[in-house]
């Protein structure tokens, strides 16, 4: 997958993620791509990585962004 595919997948992931301010979803649209990239080995390790503040469970957290990733082609194990 080319760089700039996998950011713009990874941000538009999280895009429905209810956050407390915008810079939590963008660090954890930032920690979504390393792991697209192979730099973090699973989504829950992004959601962790990122600290994201949300009224959202992190396990709800971690299945949207899973599904959304699914649907754009990106392979989840």
């Known amino acids: ?3 700039e595919d ?3 997948i990874a941000y538009e ?3 429905s993620i209810p956050t407390l301010e915008k810079n939590d979803n963008y660090r954890l649209g930032y920690n979504v791509h390393q792991f697209i990239i192979g730099k973090l080995e699973s989504v829950e390790a992004a959601v962790k ?11 709800k957290i ?3 962004i899973k599904e959304k990733l699914k649907n754009s ?3 989840i194990k």
């Open 62 to 64: 971690c299945n949207t």
């Open 1 to 3: 997958m080319i760089h």
């Open 6 to 8: 996998a950011e713009k």
């Open 73 to 75: 082609g990106v392979e």
């Open 13 to 15: 992931s999280v895009s």
């Open 49 to 59: 990585s990122a600290n994201v503040r949300s009224e959202m469970n992190p396990t």
